[in-house]
């Protein structure tokens, strides 16, 4: 149910267009897939959060649909990091230097004064 919500509030942000079904981007081992990186991933990579936490494809599997199991393609992330660090406040757009920037965001967070 989560997941059906996730999809209307992109929608409604303007990144998915009208006839775009985002269920048929997903093979059936996604949910497999996802489960298994939360349990070795179940926190926010930047911020430490560990409720409502997202599994994000580092690059979309809009762009490149091989890389949707791919663990080294995923990372968890919280709401408001996945807006800001992966998509770089906007939902139309994704970071492709996301790994680089959470450990640049992690460490400034773990070290402020």
């Not at 998915?16 to 939360?38: F, M, P, S, V």
Request: hydrophobic content about 35%; charged content about 25%.
């Amino acid at each position: 149910m989560l997941n059906n919500l996730w999809i209307k509030i992109k929608y409604l942000l303007g990144f998915y267009e009208e006839d775009i079904k985002l269920e048929a981007l997903y093979t059936g081992k996604w949910q497999t897939t996802r489960k298994n990186h939360l349990l070795k991933e179940p926190c926010c990579q930047i911020c430490g959060h560990h409720k409502k936490v997202f599994v994000h494809h580092i690059i979309p599997i809009s762009i490149d649909p091989e890389k949707e199991n791919d663990e080294e393609n995923l990372v968890t992330l919280c709401f408001t990091c996945h807006l800001i660090f992966a998509h770089l406040y906007s939902f139309k757009s994704y970071n492709s230097n996301l790994r680089e920037d959470i450990e640049i965001w992690k460490n400034k967070i773990k070290n402020r004064p």
